[in-house]
C-alpha cells in the first residue's frame, strides 16, 4: 500500500525524544497534536494538523506503565483513522506483553496476540517493531510487519571498542542464536547458560556450557526486566573464571531492584538502546551506556515511505 500524502511523524507520552530525534534524522518536525490526560486518568488526544492522505508514523514503545501507554496508542490510532491518514504505521519499539505469546501453562492467555489484534483493530496499516521477545508475534499481525534488530548498532559499537579473547554468552537456550550471529559477527567464541526458571521472574542458572576460563564475556540478550537472570548468569560466568563480564540488551525495563542487582553484579559494562526511556536511578549508573537506534528507525521510516527494501538495515 503506498502513499501520495507527506511524511507525518507523531508520539505519545512513552518516548517523545527518541520520536525527536527520529524526526531530526529525517530531517522533518515532529507532528503537532494534544495529548494529556483528564483528572481521572483518561487519555485526552487531538491532532493539531490536517492529516489526510497522510504517510502517519506513531513512535510509541508499550513500555512500562505498559498499559497506559498500550492505550494511548489505541486512541491515537483510532484518532488518524478516523482523521483520513491514508497509512498508519505503528512503530513501537518496544512490544508489551511480548512474553506472553503461548499457552506453556492451563488457562492463560496469549496476550501478545490479544495486543496483535488490538492495534489492527484499532486502525493500524502497518507495524514497525524492534527485538521482539519472541519472532513469531509477527504472525500474530494480519498487517505488514518489519522487524528490525539493534545487532547493527551493538555490533558496531563492539568493533570500535574490541574486547580481547572474546566469548559471546548467550543468557539461556533460547537466546543461542542471537549469540551466534553475535559471535560470528565479532569473530568470538559462544557459550551458553543452562538456566532453569521455576517462576515468573524467578531463574536459577545451572551452568556454564562452554570455556570461558580467562576470557573476556559478552552477555547478549533483548531484555533486561528484573536483572535477576542476568545477574546470577554473570556470577555463574565469573564462577567459571571468566576475566571480564560485559551484557548488551535492547530493552532496558530494568524493573524493581534491577539497577541495584546490576550495580552490585560482576558485569563492569552494560549497554542498551534508547528503545524505552531509562529510569531515573538507572540514569545514575555510570556502568550503563545507552546507544541510539534513532537513525536506524529513521532509515525504517524513510525506506518505508518510500516504497523500498528495508533488508540492507538488517547487516
Known sequence: MGTTGGIKIFSGNA???????????????????FAERFSDGEFNFQIDENVRGGDV??????CPPTD???????????????????????????????????????????SARLVA?????????RLLAMDLHAAQIQGFFDIPVDHLYSAPVMIGYYQDNPMPNLTVVAPDTGGAERARAYAKRLDAELALCDKRREKANVAEVMN????????????????????GSLTKVARALKNAGAETI???????VLSGKAVTLLDQSEIERVIVTNTIPLRDNACELEKIKVLSIAPLLAKAIKSIHEETSVSSLFV
Open 15 to 33: 518516548n517523545p525524544k527518541l520520536a525527536e530525534e527520529i524526526c531530526r534524522h529525517l530531517g522533518c518536525d515532529m507532528g503537532r497534536a
Open 57 to 62: 508514523f506513531i513512535v510509541q514503545p508499550t
Open 68 to 110: 497506559e501507554h498500550l492505550m494511548e496508542l489505541l486512541v491515537m490510532l483510532d484518532a488518524f483513522r478516523r482523521s483520513s491518514a491514508e497509512r498508519i504505521t505503528a512503530v513501537i519499539p518496544y512490544y508489551g506483553y511480548a512474553r506472553s505469546d503461548k499457552k506453556d501453562r492451563p488457562r492463560v492467555p496469549i
Open 117 to 125: 489484534n488490538l492495534i489492527t483493530v484499532a486502525g493500524a496499516d
Open 208 to 227: 556454564v556450557v562452554g570455556d570461558v576460563r580467562g576470557r573476556s564475556c559478552l552477555v547478549v540478550d533483548d531484555m533486561c526486566d528484573t536483572g
Open 246 to 252: 560485559h551484557a548488551c540488551f535492547t530493552h532496558p
